[in-house]
């Protein structure tokens, strides 16, 4: 009889937090996204299914490890929506099989289980009711192989290291296995998924210490594949504090368009995906993209090549520059003599053997030309156009970004000969007065076919500038010289433009200063600091826009991601708030002015 009774104790709770999920009163709170209030008004039903059945019951003990089958019973006939998102946690090696029967949801568990461990089963946005497709907004049921429900949690939020997005879906995970290569090599000892919030509560876990990760789990394996998913680490282990239950505020069903209440969850970590680098070096690409040029990409950065040669040219006569990241080579053969169908390449770079270690080998590369690249020379004369006897050059002059930009020479092919000298540079004033105007020119350190003309006098508004590029004034490898080119333009006078200028104090180390679009997809204009300092964006539209501050640690000038086997996270990203908002309204015809301090951002 005692033991019975505390047997029943034991399942007050659970069973209560069953009853409490059940009940009505509750469910029709306001952040709570399961209501079974009845509607105020109209025919069409808007009340999500709800559960009015469990077997076993929720907290059961002692579940047989195979043949496990799980019954769901809802209030009316329901579907799946999608069958990844009702989550066994631990994961197994196959993923529980879920059907429907009646107005039953049953899952079945074709994997052995493992003994003395709590798991649980997680429903988010994964059934619907068949009349109208209101969805069940989900629920955490735990049960356990042993003898007692493991009663600790964790809680935290999944973001984009780069947009600090929320990320839906992400899937949370917890290790008992504290080596680095964890999460690449074996399943969690428990995992969870991110709601639109990036929000998880990772539920009934033992009291120990862990290693914390979430990754983009693109083909649902609970294990990351470095080479197309994100990954996220916490640095320090992980022992939960928090207890388990179903009345437990994180653990509530929220209405995820109820912004305040889902942002008001506690929240221990603040994970950010990146992209772990890769750990093997080897040529993953190669293309011949003309008669003359070609690129071969690699899969890790910082490629290391020894030499590179071509069958049938001298070194003197081969151009090679890689990427920014040093992982894709572009090649050019500077020869005016019709090169072979296929070009053959011998390199010998750093590549990782079966050992894992880099060492030095060499590969044969054969690069055979499509017809549709072929060159004047071996092409029908009906099917031969100015471009392809042509120095094809675009020179782009973007009016709200030339002053910090400056006007773009972009060629399809390096340089052989090259005249900037040439060029006329003028400004027509407001009185049609034509005034010569200087200027300088740099090349690209990144990019050999780009060079950057920038006018050595301020540019006025209400002026109008002509570029005139000569005819003959450029010749690229292929021995063709440039065609003549005009470009026109002037400053925007828009009166309804606005400028938007931060000053930048307590500037220590290199900072990365973008200004994104109110979608944050595109930047807009970029600086580099390394001192106290005015940016200014002038020339905006009226709307919302973001001032993205990355943390530039090494100053190469580019944000550099994270290594979970390095245990290094990615650069630091910060959004200027103002007014506690993340985005900046920038009205019409305004100037607006913010000081930013650096130091107290990134405290």
């Known amino acids: 009889m005692t033991a019975t009774m505390d047997r029943l104790r034991h399942y007050l709770p659970l069973i209560a937090g069953l009853l409490l999920f059940l009940l009505p009163t509750m469910l029709a709170t306001h952040s709570c996204a399961n209501t079974t209030e009845a509607p105020s008004g109209g025919d069409k039903d808007t009340i999500p299914p709800y559960i ?57 568990v074709e994997d052995t289980l493992k003994p003395n461990t709590t798991y649980t ?58 080596s680095d290569s964890a999460v690449f090599s074996h399943r969690p000892d428990a995992a969870v998924k991110t709601d639109d919030w990036g929000y998880f509560a990772l539920p009934f876990i033992k009291d120990t210490v862990y290693r914390l990760y979430a990754i983009v789990d693109g083909n649902n394996n609970n294990i990351c594949d470095p080479e197309t998913e994100l990954v996220a680490f916490e640095d320090s282990l992980v022992r939960p504090f928090q207890t388990a ?58 490629a290391r090549i020894d030499s590179l040669k071509i069958d049938g040219y001298r070194q003197s006569q081969i151009i090679t520059q890689f990427n920014l990241l040093r992982d894709s080579l572009e090649i050019w053969l500077n020869s005016r003599k019709a090169a072979p169908d296929t070009i053959k390449i011998d390199i010998s770079y750093y590549k990782t053997d079966s050992l894992g270690a880099l060492t030095l080998q060499s590969e044969n590369i054969r690069l055979p030309l499509a017809n549709e690249k072929r060159t004047y020379s071996k092409r029908s004369r009906r099917d031969i156009t100015s471009k392809d006897t042509t120095c094809v050059l675009t020179v782009t002059a973007d009016s709200k970004t030339v002053e910090q930009n400056g006007i773009e020479f972009v060629f399809n092919y390096p340089l052989i000969y090259e005249n900037f000298d040439s060029v006329q540079f003028t400004a027509i004033t407001p009185r049609q007065t034509s005034l010569r105007q200087d200027f300088t020119v740099t090349r690209d350190t990144l990019n050999l076919r780009r060079y950057i003309l920038r006018p050595q006098e301020k540019l006025q508004t209400g002026y109008q500038y002509k570029l005139k590029v000569p005819y003959r004034a450029f010749r690229d490898i292929n021995g063709f010289y440039s065609d003549s080119t005009d470009v026109n333009f002037s400053l925007p006078s828009d009166q309804n433009l606005s400028t938007l200028t931060a000053e930048l104090k307590n500037v220590h180390g290199s900072y990365i200063i973008d200004l994104l679009d109110e979608k944050r997809s595109k930047v807009l204009r970029t600086f580099v600091v390394d001192s106290d300092t005015t940016v200014s964006f002038p020339y905006l539209d009226e709307g919302r826009y973001s001032i ?32 506690g908002q993340e985005y900046i309204s920038v009205p019409a015809a305004s100037e607006l002015v913010q000081t930013i301090d650096m130091e107290s951002l990134f405290k």
């Open 52 to 108: 009015t059945d469990i077997v076993p019951l929720p907290g059961a003990t002692g579940v047989p490890l195979t043949g496990m089958t799980f019954v769901f019973t809802f209030n009316e006939y329901v579907e799946i929506t999608n069958t990844s998102n009702i989550f066994l946690s631990p994961p197994t090696g196959k993923t529980p099989r879920s059907r429907i029967r009646g107005k039953n949801l049953l899952v079945t």
């Open 121 to 178: 089963l997680t429903f988010t946005d994964a059934i619907a009711d068949v009349n109208e497709g209101n969805v069940f907004a989900g629920y955490t049921y735990a049960f356990s192989t042993g003898a007692k429900i493991d009663s600790m949690m964790v809680t935290g939020t999944v973001r984009d290291c780069n947009t600090l997005g929320y990320v839906k879906g992400a899937t949370v995970m917890l290790y008992k296995d504290f």
């Open 245 to 302: 239950s179903d009345t437990t505020r994180e653990m509530l069903r929220y209405d995820m368009l109820d912004t305040l209440a889902c942002l008001a969850r506690f929240s221990e970590y603040d994970l950010k995906l990146f992209r772990e680098p890769a750990s093997r070096q080897l040529i993953t690409a190669r293309e011949r993209n003309s008669e003359r040029s070609a690129y071969i990409s690699f899969m890790a950065p910082d």
């Open 548 to 579: 993205r501050i990355t943390e530039d640690r090494n100053g190469n000038s580019y944000v550099d991601t994270g290594s979970v086997l390095e245990g290094k996270q990615p650069e630091k990203v910060k959004f200027y708030e103002l007014d």
